[in-house]
């Protein structure tokens, strides 16, 4: 693996936006990710016709403005290991803005939308820690924006692998339009490192392997996944968060295990 792959994001500079993904210079249809490094009274500002958002505060406080929805206050972590996170969905036409309160890094995820649903808060009480996995394959989940919740396209989620265990394991896809099996869906990785000199591996790779790669991630990256398995893992002494953002032609979330490596999940506990 090299910094060339295509796959790979890392944040340009440390302030202002430092990650842009589009789908354009993606190379795909539906996601959408930017990520800007802000200080206090710094402002964003966004909203699209036929996009919808979701604004989330990985850190630090913000003030939020969409429509009719004032929000101010809004995150308060100081890291994303500390916490449940908060945000704002934003629907198709209708424009936001964003002011931090405090040295912030805010992740604007974006997806294909259409107008008619109104801006909402998603607090953090409404949010609630998920527990997935056994030994060395636990990780903790907080469903941002799951598809039991209103949206056109958006799932947005984060997890927190700790040291010396998997995520996004045993390895599983979601690249074939074939619900109720499997649904189609793009998918970014914003990576975050405890300490952050740390790294963590993911590896990216289809059943006809072409796409096979692994990936070193550092603090701060984003891993694209167009299409193949994904799983990643944290080495010994480095918990690893990810943001997750994924869309596609149906908003549900369907997928399909690497065979290979699915006999695990048919062990016994213990």
């Not at 302030?15 to 249809?29: K, M, S």
């Not at 060395?136 to 919740?149: A, G, K, M």
Request: include cysteine; proline fraction near 9%; charge should be negative.
């Amino acid at each position: 693996m090299s910094a060339a792959s295509s796959l790979l994001r890392r944040p340009e500079g440390q302030t202002g936006r430092v990650l842009h993904v589009t789908p354009e210079n993606a190379g795909w249809t539906y996601v959408g990710f930017d990520l800007h490094h802000l200080t206090a009274a710094q402002q964003v500002a966004g909203g699209a016709a036929d996009r919808e958002f979701c604004l989330v505060p990985v850190s630090g406080t913000v003030a939020v403005w969409a429509d009719a929805l004032r929000a101010d206050g809004l995150g308060g972590r100081v890291s994303p290991f500390e916490g449940r996170p908060s945000a704002v969905y934003v629907p198709a036409g209708t424009e936001w803005r964003v002011e931090a309160r405090d040295d912030v890094v805010l992740a604007v995820c974006s997806a294909p939308g259409k107008p008619g649903r109104s801006p909402r808060l998603i607090g953090s009480d409404t949010i609630q820690p998920e527990m997935r996995g056994e030994g060395s394959n636990r990780r903790l989940v907080h469903n941002i924006l799951p598809e039991s919740e209103p949206a056109e396209s958006l799932l947005v989620v984060e997890v927190i692998t700790p040291a010396g265990n998997w995520s996004s394991y045993p390895p599983h896809k979601h690249d074939r339009d074939a619900f109720p099996a499997e649904t189609l869906l793009e998918e970014t990785y914003y990576h975050r490192i405890n300490p952050p000199q740390g790294f963590a591996l993911q590896r990216v790779y289809t059943d006809e392997r072409d796409i096979d790669e692994a990936l070193l991630v550092q603090d701060g990256d984003c891993i694209l996944v167009p299409r193949g398995y994904h799983p990643v893992g944290a080495p010994h002494g480095y918990d690893l968060y990810y943001l997750n953002v994924m869309a596609g032609p149906r908003r549900a979330w369907r997928f399909h295990n690497d065979p290979a490596h699915e006999w695990m999940l048919k062990r016994l506990p213990g």
